[in-house]
Nanobody, 115 residues
């Protein structure tokens, strides 16, 4: 069993930056993918970015050039550096780990961007 603990959310103004972090409660071995998703009020949860244990990244178009995902395999952590934040980035951000057929989610961290 793996638990994911997110941190780093908060309230910022448009144009500012935030860094989200997610830590797994144990070391993760084998092929896996970690990622960040978000869910705004009244909307479905959507993909933001993913990164494999080999370092391959994938971003959705609306964050390309603004957000950067990274991970530390030794520490079992994944981070999301968010720059040039916009009010439409306001959402609860969730960390996700896909390990084989198993999927784990964090509890979410709120990001609020004021205009």
């Amino acid at each position: 069993q793996v638990q994911l603990m997110e941190s780093g959310g908060g309230l910022v103004q448009a144009g500012e930056s935030l860094r989200l972090s997610c830590a797994a409660t144990r070391s993760i071995f084998g092929t896996n993918v970690m990622g960040w998703y978000r869910q705004a009020p009244g909307k479905q949860r959507e993909l933001v970015a993913t990164i494999t244990n080999g370092g391959s990244t994938n971003y959705v178009d609306f964050v390309k050039g603004r957000f950067t995902i990274s991970r530390d395999n030794a520490k079992g952590t994944v981070s999301l550096q968010m720059n040039s934040l916009k009010p439409e980035d306001t959402a609860v951000y969730y960390c996700k780990l896909t390990l084989g057929v198993l999927t784990y989610w964090g509890q979410g961290t709120q990001v609020t961007v004021s205009s």
